[in-house]
């Protein structure tokens, strides 16, 4: 390669580099409002205005997502801090990571791949800008979703209290109860989940209360205007729809083999597994796993709640539960695979079996109570179309953040505001 072609090469590589600055600059000062100082004495500016030098540019700080109102409720605020935790719990991944695409790793790729392809460095930049655009527009299309959801469950639950509904404490506690069995909230891995979830504890209570009320709410509204002729009609309409299977509670203990595990290996599990079985007959099935798991190898126990007839249980293990009486253990269950030809254990299993709940919805008054769940839906858009109408709840939201001087005053949100006419006209 001559002296000037290398040189023509390395100056076009300058021309793409010195663009790529000149637009992340641009970026950079369409994105951040800025605020301009001029320093130096009163003459100083006047005798040159004009001199870049004698300024400096501080960027607008980052307000605290913490006191960022971006929907409002009547009395109930979401802020950007909440929003950004159930964006981060939704999409799998925090909302900063997401938004961090130009990394100094992808930037020096870019650099070195100019050796071989002065394009390169276009080419990707605006496979970056497409990525980001991409993800910006997720996260806004999420944000929205949530955002919605936010206003229209509070809009329900203020509504249900200005509609003279309560929860009971036990009511409560008995939900709260249902939802730490079915995600272990009491245990060491409530803060996990709970972050999972995008929630505090006080949230989730909280959640669960408004809930609840929704529920009685959408209960008293169908009440009030559904027939027992239209409820009759729609189970004769959808009469297998409304009928559920039994409902088998049951522990249930595993022991996973891996097809190299030695002879004596398989032995120690089956023994392991007979030591758990026998343990189940007489002490609380949460304890035993507590003691006796180890994911990491394979061993794991724990309570579940399935449908009998449902396709995703394993046809052994249905088998089993049908064969069994509350409180029944059975033997190690030992299913067997091919391997190389030859039949091979590919777990240890136990059961125990703690509740049947039988079928329901064979006769219209045992189907009644899923039958008005099934109404809530309707129930739930007729109602919010009804809120809505009467504009007796005070609702703001921008995504950006709502400005001071648009919040509503606390003295009118105070003011008495009816309750909806729930019987339909």
Do not use: C
Request: negative net charge; aromatic residues 6%; hydrophobic residues 40%.
């Amino acid at each position: 390669m001559n002296t000037t072609h290398h040189l023509n090469i390395v100056l076009l590589a300058a021309l793409f580099l010195g663009l790529a600055v000149q637009v992340d600059a641009q970026r950079i000062r369409d994105r951040e409002a800025t605020v301009r100082v001029k320093t130096g004495t009163k003459a100083e500016k006047q005798s040159d205005e004009s001199d870049d030098s004698k300024q400096l540019i501080i960027a607008t700080p980052t307000p605290n997502p913490n006191f960022v109102v971006v929907a409002v409720v009547n009395q109930n605020n979401l802020t950007r801090a909440q929003l950004d935790r159930r964006v981060s719990a939704v999409m799998g991944q925090k909302k900063e990571d997401m938004l961090r695409i130009g990394s100094q790793d992808a930037g020096l790729e870019l650099i070195q791949s100019l050796q071989d392809n002065p394009r390169a460095i276009l080419d990707a930049r605006i496979t970056q800008e497409q990525q980001q655009f991409e993800i910006d527009d997720a996260i806004r299309r999420k944000e929205g979703e949530l955002v919605k959801q936010w206003v229209e469950q509070t809009m329900l639950a203020d509504e249900a209290r200005r509609q003279g509904l309560v929860i009971s404490n036990a009511e409560l506690q008995d939900r709260l109860a249902e939802i730490e069995q079915q995600f272990r909230l009491s245990d060491s891995r409530v803060g996990t989940v709970l972050d999972a979830m995008g929630m505090t504890r006080a949230e989730l209570e909280s959640f669960i209360y408004d809930a609840l009320l929704i529920e009685k709410l959408l209960d008293k509204y169908i009440t009030l205007n559904a027939t027992e002729d239209e409820l009759r009609t729609v189970y004769e309409s959808q009469r297998d729809f409304f009928v559920t299977p039994p409902v088998y509670r049951f522990a249930h203990f595993v022991i996973t083999v891996d097809p190299d595990d030695s002879k004596s290996a398989r032995e120690a599990f089956k023994r392991k597994a007979e030591s758990v079985r026998k343990r189940l007959r007489n002490e609380d099935p949460t304890k035993v796993f507590e003691e006796e798991n180890d994911i990491s190898v394979g061993i794991y126990g724990d309570i579940f709640t399935w449908n009998i007839e449902s396709n995703q249980l394993w046809d052994d293990i249905r088998d089993e539960l049908k064969g069994m009486k509350v409180d029944d253990v059975s033997d190690v269950i030992i299913p067997y695979v091919m391997y190389d030809g030859e039949p091979i254990a590919d777990s240890y299993q136990v059961l125990k079996l703690l509740e049947i709940m039988p079928r329901t919805g064979t006769t219209f008054e045992s189907a009644l109570p899923k039958i008005r769940r099934a109404m809530r839906e309707v129930a739930r858009q007729e109602l919010l179309q009804l809120i809505r109408e009467s504009k007796t709840h005070r609702v703001l939201y921008n995504l950006r953040g709502i400005p001071t001087n648009k919040l509503p005053d606390p003295a009118e949100l105070n003011e008495y505001k009816p309750p909806v006419r729930l019987v339909r006209l």
